[in-house]
């Protein structure tokens, strides 16, 4: 091989050329990234010097206080972690007194922390990236990218009552309210994570751009990027090879479920309920609190591994956890349980473990306590005791109940016990591998840091098996298994050797290719449904954009019709656009017979009548109805429409329709003709 090459690729120790080559790649793709989506320059650099300003600036500032000793690209995941705690504090501390607007006071401090910080590791001791070492982590962060959902400008609707349109619409809330409400129902109480909306709330804050733009649109590939990172460089921290770290990361960033896909070539509903991906691509906020997990974990082993510096990783680890608890609480009891039993059961390192858990615990107690003690949030609200229902109500058991002869709805305890092995094979996928190969291998006693993967695991499968919640959030709590098995994995190849070597890499290696065509069918196929408007969307859009700008940020919207999620672009509060995230929903789930029953309560009823006869008959005793709920003084609006959707082959087709009364309309009632689009109309209710 050619001098040069060589020197390209096994650089000097201290060469910092390995470091160059990936940091420009990042940086590239963070910043170019919605160009290809259709955004412009301006906007997607606006965005990218966001993430660097607002999130990596005072992450560094925080390491270079606390722990500067890792590599480089180590140091760039847990710098955009950590960097999310500060962006958090900072906006939330400035909405509660409504100064958002100084925002800009977080880069200054980030920069004048930074200078002022001491050097305690040399440029030249920190452990170096070499080319080659670059190239191999840049391939979980393309596969990230390549299955990111970025909304264009184009792209103005996703859907009906999707968790894209639930998150934006509250985290429209957290950039102009404060307390939150429920963004979907005015006026009623919303307790949720909100921590995970603060990124998209504060860049819009700052680029003046639409809050569903930097989330969806702009903002929409950082987040599975640093995850994709997250996990490689957790991978690398146990020792792991470097294309093994590599394809553990592969292993969760190409993540389907397997059982959907081989289902769909043999004709059968096969679905095991193993929606991992749909966390990291369609929820920002389980994917935040992934990030936050899998950091957490590079520090607890820092802290196993290297306990002179206890003080400074515990306050890392209070700062991660009090995020965690306000991205996604789901990540933290599975660890909380996991770290318990570890200083149970394990004499070794019994001090770390035990600061670490007081630290952890009294972080994360505030916003934990704000978010269970309500009695009628979501905390409290979510989960039903239903033994196995995760199972007994996937498509695989029931495919092969019925082509036994049984009854899906009532599948015999035998039958559901047979299947439970092979269930749990199909839910962890590429991860039953991992473990199999960390079982096989594991020295006894194990390491503290792989008995706390193990427990963290275990515990967080435990809800799965026993749980049943609307939405089946109760898998969220297995993610945090999914993680931990690959790391296991990941350590497991270390040890592995000969032919068992071989062995293990065919299995794993077959399963990644399935996945990755699993992908890319999925991504071909998706590409061709959805919604086809017609008509002059552009003045709808137009409409739209008109309340968001000229209307008092405190007005409450009707509309007639909100299967177009108006509000994520109008920014405003509906009086009513849906019931399905309320928590009266989530206590309203029922199982009978191995099957979800029919939700029949219509929490909030008497809005949505109000709403619909308002927009079909408009008179003055309805406005008062409305009126008696906003309250008085507060700005309504009313958003009219026409639009006709009719199902077809693979895609729904919708038409906007001229309204030919939108001057009449309400006009008997008092009602304010303010803003008119041909297909829209825009009025004021009187006071």
């Known amino acids: 091989m050619p001098e040069p090459v060589l020197t390209l690729l096994m650089p000097s120790p201290h060469s910092p050329r390995g470091s160059l080559l990936f940091f420009g790649c990042v940086a590239a793709a963070l910043f170019t990234f919605p160009l290809v989506a259709g955004w412009s320059v301006v906007q997607a650099l606006g965005s990218g010097a966001f993430a660097v300003a607002f ?38 501390t400035l909405a509660a007194f409504d100064a958002r607007q100084y925002l800009w006071i977080l880069p200054v401090l980030g920069c004048i922390a930074i200078l002022a910080a001491p050097r305690r590791t040399s440029t030249r001791d920190r452990p170096t990236t070499t ?11 393309a596969a990230a990218l390549m299955r990111v959902e970025i909304e264009s400008p184009a792209d103005w609707f996703r859907g009906f ?17 404060w307390p939150m409400t429920d963004p979907r129902i005015a006026g009623e109480p919303l307790r949720y994570h909100f921590m995970s909306y603060v990124p998209a709330s504060a860049a819009s804050l700052v680029l003046g751009l639409p ?39 592969l292993a969760l960033v190409l993540h389907v479920d397997l059982g959907t896909h081989v289902g769909r070539v043999l004709g059968v509903d096969g679905a095991i309920g193993s929606y991992f991906d749909v966390g990291i691509y369609r929820s920002i906020t389980t994917v935040q609190g992934l990030c936050v997990f899998v950091a957490i974990a590079i520090v607890l082993r820092d802290a196993l591994t290297n306990q002179g510096q206890l003080g400074r990783r515990l306050f890392l680890l209070a700062f991660l956890s009090a995020l965690a608890s306000g991205s996604k609480g789901s990540v933290l009891p599975p660890l909380f349980v996991a770290l318990a039993a570890t200083w149970l059961w394990r004499r070794a390192d019994r001090r770390v473990i035990g600061w670490a858990l007081l630290v952890m615990a009294l972080a994360a107690l505030p916003f934990t306590a704000w978010l269970t003690l309500d ?33 899906p709805a009532e599948p015999a305890p035998w039958a559901t016990a047979l299947l439970f092995v092979p269930w749990v094979v199909g839910f962890f996928g590429i991860g039953t591998v991992a473990a199999w190969a960390w079982f096989r291998t594991r020295p006894r006693p194990s390491s503290t840091f792989e008995f706390l993967l193990c427990a963290t695991a275990l515990s967080g499968f435990v809800p799965v098996l026993f749980l049943m919640s609307h939405g089946f959030a109760q898998l969220l709590f297995a993610y945090d298994s999914q993680v931990c098995v690959i790391l296991l994995g990941a350590i497991a190849s270390t040890r592995v050797s000969g032919g068992a070597r071989i062995g ?30 017609t008509g002059d969307v552009a003045r709808y859009r137009s409409a739209l954009e008109w309340i968001r700008t000229e209307t008092p940020s405190d007005a409450v919207l009707l509309i007639d019709d909100p299967r177009l999620s108006a509000t994520t672009w109008c920014e405003r509060r509906a009086f009513f656009e849906t019931r399905r995230f309320t928590p009266a929903m989530h206590a309203a789930l029922q199982v009978e017979k191995g099957r979800v029953i029919p939700i029949e309560a219509r929490p909030f009823a008497e809005r949505e009548i109000l709403q619909s006869e308002f927009f079909s008959n408009p008179t003055a005793d309805g406005v008062r109805s409305i009126r008696a709920i906003v ?42 003709f303010v803003h008119a689009g041909g297909i829209v109309a825009v009025y004021r209710l009187p006071d």
């Open 131 to 141: 080319s080659f070492e670059a190239c191999i982590a840049l391939l979980p962060i």
């Open 631 to 672: 309250g008085p003084h507060k700005p309504i609006i009313a958003l009219r429409t026409r639009l006709v959707v009719t199902p077809q082959a693979q895609h729904y087709a919708c038409v906007f329709e001229p309204l030919e009364d939108a001057a009449e309309f309400g006009r008997a009632c008092g009602l304010e």
């Open 161 to 177: 009552e999707s968790d894209n349109s639930f998150h934006v619409e509250n985290a429209i809330e957290l950039s102009r309210h």
């Open 211 to 249: 809050v569903r733009v930097c989330m969806l649109g702009l903002g929409a590939h950082l987040l599975p990027m640093m995850f994709a990172l997250g996990l490689f460089v957790a991978a690398r921290a146990t020792k792991a090879g470097v294309i093994t770290s590599a394809c553990a990361a």
């Open 504 to 533: 293990y890499a065919i299995a794993a290696g077959a399963v990644l290719a399935t996945q990755l065509v699993a992908v890319a069918w999925t991504k071909a196929h998706d590409a061709r449904i959805g919604p086809r408007f």
């Open 375 to 407: 009695s009628d949030g979501y905390a409290q609200s979510m989960f039903h005791f239903e033994p196995a229902a995760a199972q007994i109500l996937s498509g695989f058991q029931s495919s092969i109940v019925a082509g036994f002869g049984g009854d």
């Open 55 to 92: 999130v990596f600036l005072p992450g560094y500032a925080c390491l270079a206080w606390t722990d500067d000793q890792h590599d480089r690209i180590t140091s760039a995941f847990l710098a955009f972690v950590v960097g999310l705690a500060p962006l958090t504090l900072c906006f939330v």
